[in-house]
């Protein structure tokens, strides 16, 4: 047990600052075209994505040539910790780098990472990930999206929901049906689908808040047609491949929440003295009281992230990532819950943007998306229950 | 930051547990409780493996381990709802002379020759502003006067030392005899504490600290220690109740199936799991500040607490009730693991006393209400 890193680490720490004051993107920059989607890569994203996959820089535990510099897990966690801390956002298509390349270098081949999976890293492209289907949200495996091989093509026909950025992606991660005789887990694939292939139709949806800036979508795929060397991987094998994509996703998501935990806190903690010399002293003790289990709440998460974190480098395992999905998750809903109640009726103000400023009801909503989607709060507790705690599946 | 523990400290903890699964089952908890028997041969084998020099300085006669290792050791003591005074003695009394450098008194407690415990409390109120027994000196010595309450391994102990505040304003902390003062042993519902109350009226008593304004400093650091180890103490006996609770789930069926397989006990099992697990991380997050010394060690002993606190509400209410009635019956063992945990929030500071010296800390409470 330690508090403090190492110093080769905190050399790596130095190294990235030095790197990221001179090549951050302008704030200026930013404010003016900010990120607006899971897909949407404004000019100065696609700049610095550039600047980091030359430099080494996008992800760091990768070979040079592919944007990295062969760093250990814990540089790489440091290296998330001061992009977040610096407030620069790492990428504006967080499934195209963080899952669908990744898969892509398990999965694919060479002239796939070639078309595919090269252009996201360098910034010149974004991808969607189209799982979920009006039928198919939970229980994914219950996907009907039908795949159907005729000589070289599959000839695709069905329909995805909230496909986040498919109004901007270049191309789709698509999950579709290849066999519907055997059991559904068995008969799924991950086909490669270009957005302006002729069949695809994308409808936005407006979201809950900011509803000038959609980024979920309805996806509409009627007789689109596509060679098979966009199959990824092994036919009917996508189940797996799922799993394995996903588990990219969820090594260090945790402390994109912890730290969005800990930026709200401190300040619900600079606001806290100006708003509470408002009330009465029976309900600012009440509210001193919410503060400060919020804060054990925040603290809590970065000691459950960190220790996870340090068994998973030395055994290379982790099984607790359902735990610290569920709770920093949940813990950062209610602190944006009471962020809300405790600024009163200017909480209802809206217009601060897609993530909603500190206290706004706009940010609570927000909150719902890591709540509800990459296995909601309940399969997550189910996923403890049955794998973590060896409960029989019910 | 690495919160996990290291090689080393896992195989001390492992040989802690191995040696209280042998010394100390649940039918010797029973004893305690039955009276049909006492702790004091659990005592002497602790001695023995020398648990109360732990943490002594190798230059006062002990092994000279961490805050860490003690608060493993104070988790495991509260895994297996360990009666007599070893936690007093690892995290109560020791600090206190440790702060005091009475090296002489270290010597004798690493040899369990000396069994002592720190007497704070009074009106069943932990903290610095509830102390009200007073000090006054007597020639070379002083003298005290006052009550103190809840007093951990009290009735086990031979020695006792006393916060009293001196005509200053200041407190300080005094070296008192068990002889020289009464002990009144009240009924409590985990005999296994050893809980007592001390009546002192003109007691003689030698000075640990003198009582000036550094001694503030002094105690705060004495009770964090007191506090973050009764915090994973209480985790410990939480723990092995989820443990429990959750093997039981495996095997209990009701409408042919194990209730472990009902997803509404599923989804209270993984909230327990979480649970423990949180104030685990943060109660050796706490042990680890206070290990390094360093700057955040207060928030995060209140921090421990409160959420030690949080984790014996969830897991006692859950605990009982998914046993069923077998939880309500004296003879299942599951009662001194219960008892233990609520017992832990009693003392050292309940989870309301820490949140709200939580909230001190961070700067909310205005000075005026404070
Ligand atoms: C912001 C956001 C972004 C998203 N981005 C994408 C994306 O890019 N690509 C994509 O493919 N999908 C995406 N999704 C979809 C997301 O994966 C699904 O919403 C999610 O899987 C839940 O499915 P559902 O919405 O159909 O809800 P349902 O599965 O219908 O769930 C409804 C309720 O029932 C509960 N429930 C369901 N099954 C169980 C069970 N077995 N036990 C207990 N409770 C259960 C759920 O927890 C939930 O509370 C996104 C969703 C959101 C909100």
Known sequence: ?394 | MDLELSDDQFELRDNIRAVLDGACPPAVVRAVYEETGTSDELWAQMTELYWPALGIAESDGGLGMGFVEIALLAEELGRAAVPGPLLAVVSQFIPMLAEAGASGLLAEVATGARVGSLAYAERGRWGPDAVATVAVQDGDGWSLTGRKQAVLGGVHADSFAVVARADSGDLGAFLVARDDLVVVAPEVIDPGLGLADLVLENVSATVLLAPDADVAGSLERVTQQAAVAMALHTVGACRRIFEVTLEYAKVREQYDKVIGSFQALKHRFADMFLSVERANAVGYYAALAIAENDPARAEAAHIAKAAAGDCQRLLVQDGLQLHGGIGYTWENDLHFLLKRAKAGDALCGSRAFHRAALADVLGLVPETAS
């Open chain 1, 1 to 394: 047990m330690k508090l403090r890193f190492d110093e080769s680490v905190e050399a790596f720490r130095s190294e990235f600052l030095e790197w990221l004051a001179v090549n951050r993107p302008p704030a200026e920059e930013i404010d003016a075209d900010p990120p607006r989607s899971s897909a949407y890569v404004p000019r100065w994203a696609a700049a610095f994505t550039r600047r980091m996959f030359d430099d080494g820089w996008l992800v760091p535990g990768w070979p040079p040539e592919r944007g990295g510099r062969n760093a250990g897990a814990i540089e790489t966690l440091v290296y998330l910790e001061e992009l977040n801390r610096a407030g620069v956002p790492r990428t504006t298509n967080p499934q195209g780098l963080g899952i669908i390349a990744p898969s892509l270098f398990d999965y694919g081949t060479d002239e796939q990472i070639e078309k595919y999976a090269m252009p996201l890293l360098r910034g010149e492209t974004s991808a969607c990930l189209g799982m979920s289907e009006p039928d198919a949200g939970s229980d994914l495996a219950n996907l009907k999206t039908r795949a159907v091989r005729d000589g070289d093509n599959f000839i695709i026909n069905g329909q995805k929901v909230w496909t986040s950025g498919a109004n901007y992606a270049d191309f789709c991660f698509l999950f579709c049906r290849t066999d519907p005789d055997v059991p559904k887990h068995q008969g799924i694939s991950i086909i490669l689908l270009p957005m302006d292939t002729p069949g695809v139709t994308v409808r936005p949806l407006t979201e809950i808040v900011a509803p000038d800036f959609p980024d979920l979508n309805e996806v509409f795929l009627d007789d689109v047609i596509l060679p098979v060397e966009n199959l990824v991987g092994d036919l009917n094998n996508g189940w797996r491949m799922a799993n394995g994509s996903l588990a990219h996703e969820r090594s260090m998501v945790w402390l994109m929440g912890v730290m969005g935990m800990e930026s709200a806190m401190t300040e619900l903690l600079a606001a806290a003295p100006g708003l509470l010399a408002d009330l009465g002293p029976q309900e600012r003790a009440l509210a001193v009281d919410e503060i400060a289990g919020l804060h054990i709440d925040t603290v809590a998460a970065r000691c459950l992230g960190y220790r996870g974190f340090a068994r998973f480098v030395r055994t290379g395992s982790a099984p607790e990532q359902s735990l610290m999905k569920l709770y920093s998750t949940e813990a950062r809903q209610q602190l944006a819950r009471f962020a809300a109640e405790l600024l009163g009726p200017d909480s209802l103000r809206t217009g601060t943007g897609r993530h909603g400023e500190a206290g706004s009801l706009e940010a609570y909503f927000t909150t719902f998306g890591t709540t509800i989607s990459a296995g909601s709060s309940e399969i997550q507790r189910n996923i403890i229950a049955e794998r973590v705690l060896g409960l029989p599946r019910g």
